[in-house]
């Protein structure tokens, strides 16, 4: 859970210091956070490799933290907007769902395929592994959020875009706000089955290795649910994150600062 709170936070904390430096006129903030973040997926990706050969509970670890490294530069660099999709345009108002489904796939097209080439690699270096669940972890944070970008794009009441960096200012065009969508309820029915089942194999695990991966992907799963609930409740969920963030600067606290400092020259 600290994992959860603390991974999420520090990548949001990390785009919102390179968008106040975009708009303070440095251009390559963003791809300065993606870079300077390469490291952690090289780290992310020694873990996982030193997990694949121990079954115990210390190499479960090193499998979930390494995923977990994987997967938030793979987020950062999305959230950046250096890996994205090829579709950088907001969607029209009233276009018709088919062009809105399509236009909303080509915003995020070629961060999916960087989740899904992870994810194939994964599953081809576990499949004769003696620890798998680096990749189980992986595949569980990559169906969950398929099942939110569906959940997001057919409609919820709640979205939160206040955390959305400028190069994505037009994602949230894509979503629609709705007071229910067909899926919402398979979703939340699917993750709530799973993270049963999860503390049903945690409880019968043979190993510690093996009690200590399915803990963590219970907790994992659990933590999905809550998130997919967090779409239709009305609970202030960004709170969790918004007090450890700098305030966003605005295009007007810019030219005002511009304006500044050109009088001060």
């Not at 949001?12 to 993606?34: I, K, Q, T």
């Not at 987020?75 to 489904?101: H, I, K, M, Y």
């Not at 007071?179 to 799973?194: C, D, E, I, K, Y």
Request: with cysteine; aromatic share 12%; glycine share 6%.
């Amino acid at each position: 859970m600290f994992a959860w709170w603390f991974f999420t936070g520090a990548i949001l904390w990390r785009v919102r210091v390179a968008d106040n430096s975009y708009l303070g006129g440095n251009r390559d903030a963003h791809l300065m956070s993606v870079v300077l973040g390469l490291p952690v997926f090289a780290a992310g990706a020694a873990l996982v490799h030193a997990s694949l050969s121990d079954p115990s509970a210390n190499g479960t670890y090193l499998g979930f933290v390494g995923t977990l490294a994987l997967w938030g530069w793979i987020e950062l660099a999305f959230l950046s907007g250096v890996v994205t999709g090829p579709n950088l345009e907001p969607c029209p108002p009233f276009a018709a769902p088919a062009d809105r489904f399509w236009r909303a796939v080509g915003t995020i097209a070629w961060h999916e395929t960087a989740l899904i080439a992870t994810l194939v690699v994964l599953s081809a270096v576990s499949r004769q592994a003696d620890n798998p669940f680096a990749f189980y972890t992986f595949a569980l944070l990559f169906a969950a959020r398929i099942s939110a970008k569906f959940n997001l794009f057919l409609g919820v009441p709640r979205i939160n875009t206040q955390f959305l960096p400028r190069p994505l200012r037009h994602l949230p065009s894509h979503f629609r706000f709705a007071r229910m969508n067909p899926l919402f309820p398979l979703s939340v029915t699917a993750l709530s089955a799973g993270t049963a089942l999860l503390l049903e194999q945690t409880l019968t695990a043979a190993t510690s290795g093996a009690s200590t991966g399915f803990a963590l992907l219970t907790c994992l799963c659990a933590l999905a649910l809550l998130e997919h609930w967090f779409m239709v409740l009305p609970l202030p969920d960004e709170k969790l994150w918004r007090w450890m963030l700098p305030a966003a600067k605005s295009n007007s606290q810019h030219k005002a600062s511009l304006h500044e400092d050109a009088n001060g020259l």
